[in-house]
């Protein structure tokens, strides 16, 4: 199981999410570094936990503005690889993502326009390239459900499947920044059973090691972290 530390960017410094309320986000408090600037908690991240692969929430984008390219190209340059939901709507906007050269594009069903457009990015970028977000708050389904003519995520999960998808991440916004745990471990355990070569990442409300364990065990692929690593809850040897 691998590790994503995670990077919510908002007007251009590292925020800290609690549950999905972004009105409320604030620039990040930790015990790695007294910076709020991307690159300086990459390499904290680097520094404290060996992690050079790193999720990026561009909230500006998501919000509907312009990607922060600047903050992708200097991660980039210092040695990171990136998977980046930089609010994707249409299939141009993975174009953007994919000429920015970041390695995982992330299309979120908070914003995708529907699943003709997921079809578009994994037919055109492919399918190791593209990841999934089913993208939750309270257990329920974010986005434009009138698109997908679904309100379950286990079918949701199936029409992205078979527009191509091969990793999904299951992030319930809710969970995020409030350390409650990820609410989301059934949900994992359904689509690992009923997509067995789907690769299954879980994020929002990790807390500590025995979170990491009962994931593992569980037998999802990744994990998404930030306050958890943010606040001393986790060290390097709990994720080694």
Avoid at 33 to 41: A, D, V
Avoid at 86 to 115: K, M, N, Q, S, Y
Avoid at 126 to 145: E, Q
Avoid at 152 to 174: E, M, T
Wanted: with cysteine; proline share 3%; glycine share 12%.
């Amino acid at each position: 199981m691998y590790v994503l530390p995670v990077l919510d960017v908002m007007n251009g410094v590292v925020v800290r999410g609690i549950a999905g309320r972004r009105a409320e986000y604030q620039p990040i408090i930790s015990r790695l570094t007294s910076s709020t600037q991307p690159l300086e908690i990459a390499r904290a991240f680097r520094d404290h936990f060996g992690l050079t692969e790193l999720y990026l929430a561009d909230l500006d984008a998501i919000a509907g503005r312009r990607p922060a390219f600047d903050v992708y190209a200097n991660l980039r340059a210092d040695g990171f690889r990136l998977w980046v939901d930089a609010g994707i709507r249409h299939a141009a906007d993975g174009d953007v993502l994919d000429f920015a050269g970041i390695e995982g594009i992330v299309a979120g069903l908070e914003t995708l326009a529907g699943p003709t457009v997921l079809e578009e990015l994994c037919r055109y970028l492919g399918s190791s390239r593209i990841v999934f977000s089913l993208d939750l708050k309270h257990g329920g389904l974010l986005g434009n459900r009138l698109a997908w003519q679904s309100s379950d995520p286990l079918a949701l999960a199936r029409q992205a499947v078979a527009c191509g998808v091969s990793r999904l991440i299951v992030l319930d916004l809710a969970h995020v920044g409030v350390g409650g745990g990820t609410g989301t471990l059934e949900l994992c355990r359904r689509l690992m059973t009923t997509f067995p070569a789907v690769e299954i990442i879980a994020g929002g409300g990790i807390r500590d090691r025995a979170d990491l364990e009962q994931l593992r065990e569980c037998g999802v692929a990744g994990v998404l972290i930030a306050s958890a690593l943010h606040d001393g809850r986790l060290s390097r040897t709990d994720l080694a």
